[in-house]
């Protein structure tokens, strides 16, 4: 009996624990402009992160440096280093929090994703050719 009271004690209390964890993660998500789409992987190297110890990817790291704030700096950073700024990755170009679109363009922490599967180069000659 005793053994039994002690497991349940223990389980809520995990659960009470895990809860706490994924909030806290919740509310720096909700930092971001836009995190809908990307979620845990916009800061994480794992879109399915452990409840401890979760790798940060660039994006990640950079924001957590900055305390988890959301500001035109790291909106103009290229954290993932694919030549796309963070602000235009999540839709919020001049970081004031409001985002121009609602969902994000492309992940800021994942330097094969970017907001354009043209390369800037390919774009300019497709726009050459309907020139008048």
Same mark, same amino acid.
């Given at each position: 009996? $005793?053994?039994?009271?002690?497991?349940?004690?223990?389980?809520?209390? +995990?659960?009470?624990?895990?809860?706490?964890?994924?909030?806290?993660?919740?509310?720096?998500?909700?930092?971001?402009?836009?995190?809908?789409?990307? *979620?845990?992987?916009?800061?994480? $190297?794992? @879109?399915?992160?452990?409840?401890?110890?979760? +790798?940060?990817?660039?994006? @990640?790291?950079?924001?957590? +440096?900055?305390?988890?704030? /959301?500001? +035109?700096?790291?909106?103009?950073?290229?954290?993932?280093?694919?030549?796309?700024?963070?602000?235009?990755?999540? !839709?919020?170009?001049? @970081?004031? !929090?409001?985002?121009?679109? *609602?969902?994000?363009?492309?992940?800021?922490?994942?330097?094969?994703?970017?907001?354009?599967?043209?390369?800037?180069?390919? /774009? @300019?000659?497709?726009?050459?050719?309907?020139?008048?």
């Amino acid at each position: 009996m $005793l053994l039994r009271k002690s497991i349940l004690v223990f389980v809520v209390l +995990a659960a009470v624990l895990v809860s706490g964890a994924l909030r806290s993660r919740e509310d720096f998500m909700q930092n971001l402009p836009v995190y809908k789409r990307y *979620m845990c992987s916009l800061c994480h $190297l794992s @879109g399915n992160p452990e409840i401890e110890g979760a +790798a940060l990817n660039d994006f @990640g790291q950079d924001f957590r +440096a900055r305390g988890f704030v /959301w500001d +035109a700096q790291l909106a103009a950073m290229d954290s993932d280093g694919d030549e796309y700024p963070n602000g235009i990755e999540l !839709g919020d170009e001049d @970081g004031d !929090g409001v985002p121009e679109t *609602m969902i994000e363009r492309s992940n800021p922490g994942d330097p094969l994703n970017n907001p354009s599967s043209i390369d800037k180069d390919t /774009w @300019g000659i497709i726009k050459n050719l309907f020139k008048d």
